[in-house]
């Protein structure tokens, strides 16, 4: 790895997979800080299982190298900065939402914000971030990483590299698993109203069966680590199924959701809530 030069990024192979590792750790550090202060619980921030946050180390890559000849000159540095990282984050935000079917996080309710995906009081903590970021601590990155012997830094970066790769696989069998269940409980629920309907309070033993189910299922994606690293994602199918059920994890469950769609046999049985028939 110290040997592949990559002449438009200035660095070896090497070089830019230590800075890649530091930033990425640090980014998912910030974040999980940021979101203990907000909520005083420890939460395991991230798209993936590991301590990393990849977008960190892409992110700083890029503004490092492509904005070094404004090292000097602080406010054109600022403006640039927080154009190419909000630019970059729009960029992520809306390739996630494409290839998962969901968006990850929301900022719809800052005040001047596009579709959610940035806004501009985060755009201006990126400005100021990566300002400290060129001059300040990437230079002292760089010192600590020319020192790292070359035997040892690529066993480790093979290492890593290898870890990486399961928690990237485990990440996506995560995402399908919780879409597939995600879209089991629109089915039960859906199948669960039209039997409520049709049966009144008498309620079959299918239909206990079916709303254990539609629970157990429920459970599972209130406990997922998806859920709790991206508090406002939304997924683009089954949208209200999983507002119901973020609704109830939050303590704002609203009966109204499941009167109109998605009745909850589970009412029926404990508060003896009626049905009410389609208009």
């Known amino acids: 790895m110290q040997h592949i030069y990559i002449s438009f990024l200035d660095n070896t192979v090497f070089e830019l997979f230590y800075y890649f590792l530091w930033w990425s750790v640090f980014g998912w550090f910030m974040e ?20 990393i946050c990849p977008i960190y180390g892409f992110g700083v890559i890029m503004i490092t190298h492509f904005l070094a000849p404004f090292k000097e000159t602080i406010l054109p540095l600022y403006i640039l900065s927080a154009l190419i990282c909000t630019s970059f984050e729009l960029f992520v935000g809306i390739l996630l ?32 971030g990566s300002v400290l970021v060129i001059c300040v ?36 069998s995560d995402i399908r698993q919780f879409n597939m269940s995600l879209k089991q409980i629109d089915n039960i629920a859906s199948i669960l109203r039209e039997k409520s309907i049709a049966l ?6 299918e239909v206990l069966n079916l709303n254990a189910k539609y629970e157990k299922l429920s459970e599972q994606i209130k406990s997922s680590r998806l859920v709790k690293a991206f508090p406002t994602m939304k997924p683009l199918n089954y949208t209200n199924t999983f507002r119901i059920i973020k609704s109830k994890l939050n303590n704002k469950f609203d009966i109204d959701d499941y009167d109109e769609k998605y009745e909850n046999t589970k009412l029926i049985i404990e508060n003896k809530v009626p049905v009410k028939e389609n208009k």
């Open 32 to 51: 999980v800080i940021v979101r203990t202060l907000e909520t005083g619980g420890f939460e395991n921030r991230g798209f993936l299982n590991g301590p």
């Open 97 to 128: 939402q494409k290839l998962f079917h969901a968006k990850w996080w929301d900022y719809s309710e800052e005040r001047f914000n596009y579709k959610g995906f940035i806004c501009l009081r985060i755009s201006l903590l990126w400005g100021i």
């Open 137 to 172: 601590v990437q230079p002292a990155i760089e010192k600590v990483v020319a020192k790292i012997p070359f035997l040892a830094g690529n066993i480790f970066a093979a290492f890593i590299l290898v870890i990486l790769a399961i928690d990237i696989s485990a990440t996506l």
């Open 200 to 205: 009144g309070e008498n309620i079959s033993d």
